[in-house]
């Protein structure tokens, strides 16, 4: 992991200072309400629906089982919900012991947010961050937010070269960046060095792919325009092999021409992704005409020496681990096999959530943070102390957050894994569902969000309470399924196979369902947004309608090439057979539950150009 230097923790601890004398003012009523709003979203504050939400940042996803026992306190001791204060702020409202707190939320940008933390303890939060070098910087506003990668960076066995060191130093470059602190709107990147992109690079402002150009050097694939929301726009490729030390140059014309030429005056068409969309190759050459200036007329001050490239990768050297040599990988294969046959569980845990690793004497493993009484993504404080023991015990003491609101153990050693198995299994992190159906993606939808049209929490617990059958999950094979409370997208519906947004129809919560999206990956193909399935439908027919959906797909699914139907073994995916069948048949089925209950449907919102 990145070790911060002398510079880093005192800028951390001076912003953590700074936003206590800001808090203090503001609740002496020295500084209005307006005048610290931004104030408070520079370091991660929101105000949401009943309570303050904190968004700490994650810079790639890495993070220590120092820190994790930090986010642990954190939610046992702060995040918590006070009836009397929801009653003031929001008067005649039910009460809300239904709703969890006392827990952190990994989020799909490898963030961790809380959502019951009272604005007056927010600076001593903040203190506690500090303390093990975290933040709320660039987790809110109008700037470049946390940098997001592969949660394999620097471990995966289909990696080009390692991303984080490149990750570390746009970080450095990017935070309070005088020119970019106020851009037209929110800017995200996203990078990885991988053959798969498990970082769904396509659906970010900047999306950047390590690679080696005709002569053999690393540069980088630079996509642009990418995005979710109102209008899903995949990414162009507007650099196919951009010198990796020109890095910083490069991103500095690209971010530059947005901030020239970004819509200011209406929100819904200030992202990156509409500018490239009407713009085409105008942008690109701006952007070429912008960096070429960078380099002749203003020195390509950003250029990347060999020498802080070395500087920063030599945070990321791996963990010297003790690795059991004597026994030979044969014999840790075989004790692996026996092992799996004897236990079904085990076998599925090794194939779904144990990973190939660029060492051969270790694996990286996936923690499910996808079970049955919790949010996708939510873990209470005894769940993380929990992980951090299991990163120290079996991970040189580091957790990767995932896009898919997962936790990863990148360096475990493989004569350990029966071991971890039985002891994550004890924790509940050990269930065989990652890439299944109940591994799905959800925001936190409108039980939280002031922005969300309906909610999307009871969904997700509709639909993992309705698939509990671990056959059945596997049987059915790998299946994004991603849900979102409103069209901002932040459980990115557009890219699930199977997605579903929720949508406010004459004050009632009803839910779209489309098919066919893809993230990027190599299950999924092509990064491309999903089809609409038809009007939506109320919240208690969705889980139907998914049933009906899977179960069209188990009737026209190739087991192999002889065209026989399946048994247990899947050999065509849902995505495969949805492109090979066309999505009429699945349209069919999903609307039959509709005239089942005979319920009034309700037209697809429509989207903003």
Same mark, same amino acid.
Request: aromatic share 8%; proline share 4%.
């Given at each position: 992991?990145?070790?911060?230097?002398?510079?880093?923790?005192?800028?951390?601890?001076?912003?953590?200072?700074?936003?206590?004398?800001?808090?203090?003012?503001?609740? @002496?009523?020295?500084?209005?309400?307006?005048?610290?709003?931004?104030?408070?979203?520079?370091?991660?504050?929101?105000?949401?629906?009943?309570?303050?939400?904190?968004?700490?940042?994650?810079?790639?996803?890495?993070?220590?089982?120092?820190?994790?026992?930090?986010?642990?306190?954190?939610?046992?001791?702060?995040?918590?919900?006070?009836?009397?204060?929801?009653?003031?702020?929001?008067?005649?409202?039910?009460?809300?012991?239904?709703?969890?707190?006392?827990?952190?939320?990994?989020?799909?940008?490898?963030?961790?947010?809380?959502?019951?933390?009272?604005?007056?303890?927010?600076?001593?939060?903040?203190? &506690?961050?500090?303390?093990?070098?975290?933040?709320?910087?660039?987790?809110?506003?109008?700037?470049?937010?946390?940098?997001?990668?592969?949660?394999?960076?620097?471990?995966?066995?289909?990696?080009? #070269?390692?991303?984080?060191?490149?990750?570390?130093?746009?970080?450095?470059?990017?935070?309070?960046?005088?020119?970019?602190?106020?851009?037209? /709107?929110?800017?995200?990147?996203?990078?990885?060095?991988?053959?798969?992109?498990?970082? #769904?690079?396509?659906?970010?402002?900047?999306?950047?792919?390590?690679?080696?150009?005709?002569?053999?050097?690393?540069?980088?694939?630079?996509?642009?325009?990418?995005?979710?929301? *109102?209008?899903?726009?995949?990414?162009?490729?507007? /650099?196919?092999?951009?010198?990796?030390?020109?890095? &910083?140059?490069?991103?500095?014309?690209?971010?530059?021409?947005?901030?020239?030429?970004?819509?200011?005056?209406?929100?819904?068409?200030?992202?990156?992704?509409?500018?490239?969309?009407?713009?085409?190759? /105008?942008?690109?050459?701006?952007?070429? #005409?912008?960096?070429?200036?960078?380099?002749?007329?203003?020195?390509?001050?950003?250029?990347?020496?060999?020498?802080?490239?070395?500087?920063?990768?030599?945070?990321?050297?791996?963990?010297?681990?003790?690795?059991?040599?004597?026994?030979?990988?044969?014999?840790?294969?075989?004790?692996?096999?026996?092992?799996?046959?004897?236990?079904?569980?085990?076998?599925?845990?090794?194939?779904?959530?144990?990973?190939?690793?660029?060492?051969?004497?270790?694996?990286?493993?996936?923690?499910?943070?996808?079970?049955?009484?919790? @949010?996708?993504?939510?873990?209470?404080?005894?769940?993380?102390?929990?992980?951090?023991?299991?990163?120290?015990? $079996?991970?040189?003491?580091?957790?990767?957050?995932?896009?898919?609101?997962?936790?990863?153990?990148?360096?475990?050693?493989?004569?350990?894994?029966?071991?971890?198995?039985?002891?994550? *299994?004890?924790?509940? $992190?050990?269930?065989?569902?990652?890439?299944?159906?109940?591994?799905?993606?959800?925001?936190?939808?409108?039980? $939280?969000?002031?922005?969300?049209?309906?909610?999307? &929490?009871?969904?997700?617990?509709?639909?993992?309470?309705?698939?509990?059958?671990?056959?059945?999950?596997?049987?059915?094979?790998?299946?994004?399924?991603?849900?979102?409370? +409103?069209?901002?997208? +932040?459980?990115?519906?557009?890219?699930?196979?199977?997605?579903?947004?929720?949508?406010?129809?004459?004050?009632?919560?009803?839910?779209?369902?489309?098919?066919?999206?893809?993230?990027?990956?190599?299950?999924?193909?092509?990064?491309?947004?999903?089809?609409?399935?038809?009007?939506?439908?109320?919240?208690?027919?969705?889980?139907?309608?998914?049933?009906?959906?899977?179960?069209?797909?188990? *009737?026209?699914?190739?087991?192999?090439?002889?065209? @026989?139907?399946?048994?247990?073994?899947?050999?065509?995916?849902?995505?495969?057979?949805? /492109?090979?069948?066309?999505?009429?048949?699945?349209?069919?089925?999903?609307?039959?539950?509709?005239?089942?209950?005979?319920?009034?449907?309700?037209?697809?919102?429509?989207?903003?150009?």
């Amino acid at each position: 992991m990145y070790q911060y230097t002398d510079f880093d923790r005192q800028f951390v601890q001076q912003r953590a200072a700074h936003y206590r004398d800001q808090l203090e003012r503001n609740l @002496a009523g020295q500084l209005g309400d307006e005048e610290f709003k931004p104030l408070r979203l520079q370091n991660g504050w929101y105000l949401q629906r009943f309570a303050p939400m904190l968004r700490v940042a994650v810079p790639y996803g890495e993070v220590s089982s120092a820190q994790l026992r930090v986010l642990a306190k954190i939610a046992r001791d702060y995040d918590k919900k006070d009836q009397n204060n929801i009653d003031k702020a929001n008067p005649g409202l039910s009460d809300l012991n239904s709703l969890p707190s006392g827990v952190g939320h990994f989020t799909t940008r490898q963030n961790v947010q809380y959502n019951w933390i009272p604005l007056d303890k927010s600076a001593d939060v903040m203190d &506690l961050l500090a303390s093990v070098n975290m933040h709320g910087i660039q987790t809110s506003g109008n700037c470049i937010r946390n940098i997001t990668s592969d949660e394999r960076a620097g471990i995966a066995a289909d990696e080009i #070269a390692d991303p984080r060191p490149f990750a570390e130093i746009m970080r450095q470059w990017s935070t309070w960046h005088p020119e970019f602190a106020y851009l037209p /709107r929110k800017f995200k990147i996203a990078i990885t060095g991988a053959h798969e992109d498990r970082a #769904a690079t396509y659906w970010h402002d900047v999306g950047l792919h390590l690679r080696y150009d005709d002569a053999g050097q690393l540069a980088f694939k630079v996509l642009v325009g990418g995005g979710m929301g *109102r209008t899903p726009v995949v990414g162009t490729v507007i /650099r196919e092999f951009l010198p990796w030390n020109q890095l &910083l140059n490069y991103l500095e014309a690209v971010v530059r021409v947005y901030n020239r030429w970004g819509r200011r005056d209406n929100i819904y068409k200030a992202r990156i992704k509409i500018l490239v969309k009407a713009e085409g190759a /105008r942008f690109t050459d701006e952007v070429e #005409a912008e960096y070429q200036q960078i380099l002749d007329k203003d020195g390509a001050p950003h250029t990347i020496s060999q020498a802080e490239f070395d500087r920063v990768s030599a945070s990321f050297v791996p963990p010297t681990l003790n690795c059991n040599r004597k026994q030979g990988e044969e014999k840790i294969a075989n004790i692996l096999r026996a092992a799996a046959e004897d236990d079904v569980e085990f076998g599925r845990w090794l194939t779904q959530n144990v990973a190939a690793h660029k060492n051969p004497d270790l694996r990286a493993v996936t923690l499910s943070f996808k079970r049955l009484g919790y @949010a996708p993504g939510d873990a209470t404080a005894s769940q993380m102390e929990g992980a951090a023991a299991l990163a120290d015990e $079996f991970s040189a003491g580091e957790v990767r957050v995932t896009h898919d609101q997962n936790l990863v153990l990148p360096w475990v050693r493989c004569d350990q894994l029966p071991e971890l198995w039985r002891a994550a *299994r004890k924790l509940g $992190f050990a269930k065989p569902n990652i890439r299944l159906l109940t591994d799905m993606i959800a925001c936190p939808g409108g039980d $939280f969000c002031s922005l969300a049209n309906a909610r999307s &929490l009871p969904i997700a617990e509709a639909i993992t309470e309705r698939f509990q059958d671990m056959d059945e999950l596997h049987d059915l094979g790998e299946i994004d399924l991603h849900i979102s409370g +409103c069209i901002n997208s +932040c459980g990115h519906h557009h890219s699930g196979h199977i997605g579903i947004l929720g949508v406010d129809k004459d004050g009632k919560e009803w839910y779209q369902v489309s098919l066919g999206g893809s993230d990027g990956s190599t299950l999924s193909g092509a990064s491309v947004a999903g089809k609409v399935v038809g009007p939506s439908f109320a919240a208690d027919e969705v889980a139907d309608v998914i049933e009906a959906v899977l179960d069209t797909y188990r *009737r026209e699914r190739i087991a192999d090439k002889s065209g @026989a139907k399946t048994g247990f073994a899947v050999a065509e995916t849902f995505i495969d057979t949805l /492109r090979r069948v066309g999505a009429e048949p699945f349209k069919l089925a999903a609307n039959s539950v509709r005239t089942s209950t005979g319920k009034t449907a309700h037209a697809p919102e429509t989207e903003v150009a």
